[in-house]
């Protein structure tokens, strides 16, 4: 009996033992489930608000146009003739070349040019002339082409603006016809057909190729870059760099 009594008290501890791991394992287990479940809503959380930004700030986007009413009241009562923006008679022609991809180009279409726009060329004191310096890539140049069509129809200057309120990243496909349709439309084009056929002649990209090279022969390699002429210049001259309102009004008084 002395023998059976110890088998069994060796049984049991085995048993009691193997229990214990058991919910040890168990334990450990739940733990490890737990904490999966926790990293896996993380990450949820994480790429919802990479996306969610990403959507938010990417721009060229087709379906969603923004900042029409901005663009509209800024150019608001401003005399417009293909891309140049400011009465003819205005004595200082403030030449820009620019890239409608350039976010440098939309950061002073955003930032910088408005105040030009709001003093000196409504006031008549001068007019700027954009001119298309494709250097971002091959999107650029029907989108160039297209502002030129819209300013046929006394929209360029709207198009522009809206484009690049509406940029997308550069060299990432966005430039499309569906974009470019949707800018057209919101900066006014009237006769979209019209719009849509000129856009693709070639005399029309004749002229965004021949802007580059007057930007080339100009020893430009950058956008934007800026040429002036008027009363107080010897011809076109280049300002250099202008990074502020207060540059472009200075560099625009001594050309008067």
């Known amino acids: 009996m002395s023998g059976q009594k110890e088998r069994e008290k060796r049984r049991d501890q085995r048993l009691a033992e193997e229990a214990e791991v058991s919910t040890s394992d168990r334990r450990t287990r739940l733990l490890q489930m737990a904490a999966g479940a926790v990293f896996l809503v993380v990450v949820v959380i994480v790429v919802v608000i990479v996306v969610n930004s990403s959507s938010s700030d990417s721009g060229g986007d087709a379906e969603n146009v923004s ?11 401003i005399p417009q003739e293909g891309l140049v923006l400011g009465k003819a008679s ?4 403030l030449i820009e070349f620019g890239d409608l991809q350039c976010p440098v180009c939309k950061e002073y279409s955003e930032e910088i040019l408005p105040d ?9 004191e001068a007019k700027i002339d954009f001119r298309n310096f494709t250097i971002i890539s091959s999107e ?8 030129i069509a819209a ?16 940029q997308g990243e550069e060299r990432s496909g966005y430039v499309t016809d569906a974009f470019m349709t949707s800018i057209a439309k919101g900066a006014g084009v009237k006769d979209i057909a019209k719009w849509n056929k000129e856009r693709k002649q070639k005399k029309t990209t004749e002229e965004v190729e021949a802007t580059f090279e007057e930007a080339k022969k100009f020893g430009f390699d950058g956008t934007p870059s800026f040429a002036i002429q008027g009363p107080g210049t010897n011809g076109v001259e280049l300002p250099g760099t202008l990074q502020s309102p207060g540059e472009f009004e ?3 008084e001594e050309a008067s």
């Open 67 to 77: 900042e029409v009413a901005t663009v509209d009241k800024l150019l608001d009562g």
């Open 90 to 93: 205005a004595p200082v022609e």
């Open 116 to 124: 030009v726009i709001e003093s000196q060329v409504k006031s008549g």
């Open 140 to 147: 650029s140049i029907p989108a160039g082409a297209a502002a």
């Open 151 to 166: 300013g046929r129809q006394g929209r360029g200057w709207n198009y522009i603006e809206l484009f690049y309120r509406n």
């Open 250 to 252: 200075e560099a625009i």
